[in-house]
């Protein structure tokens, strides 16, 4: 079935980097766009970024453009989300979700909280 697996949140201060990845298995990865997504505390989901089956088209929230960047890899079914000079408004639970025809599936989510 499939399985969407991030890793990589934390703790991390004001003006840090983290790298989250997101793990699949279950589809034929190469064959379908990704995006990256988070929710914070009292805040409807957001998209934060997104990126075709190919890897040569991303786009990405204008609250996040010059300092995240998606990136995947189809040799390993796993697609990235680079997030650097990080704000405290960034806090929330970001979770990576696949474009597969119908509703989609979801990960499980990791939290990032950006905090001095």
């Known amino acids: 079935q499939v399985q969407l697996v991030e890793s990589g949140g934390g703790l991390v201060q004001p003006g840090g980097s983290l790298r989250l990845s997101c793990a699949t298995s279950g589809f034929t990865f190469s064959n379908y766009a990704m995006s990256w997504h988070r929710q914070a505390p009292g805040k409807e989901r957001e998209m934060v970024a997104h990126?075709?089956?190919?890897?040569?088209?991303?786009m990405y929230a204008d609250s996040v453009k010059g300092r995240f960047t998606i990136s995947r890899d189809n040799r390993k079914n796993t697609v990235y989300l680079q997030m650097n000079n990080l704000k405290p408004e960034d806090t929330a639970v970001y979770y990576c979700?696949?474009?597969?025809?119908?509703?989609?599936?979801w990960g499980q989510g990791t939290q990032v909280t950006v905090s001095s």
């Open positions: 979700f696949a474009r597969l025809p119908g509703p989609g599936y």
């Open positions: 990126i075709i089956n190919t890897g040569s088209k991303t």
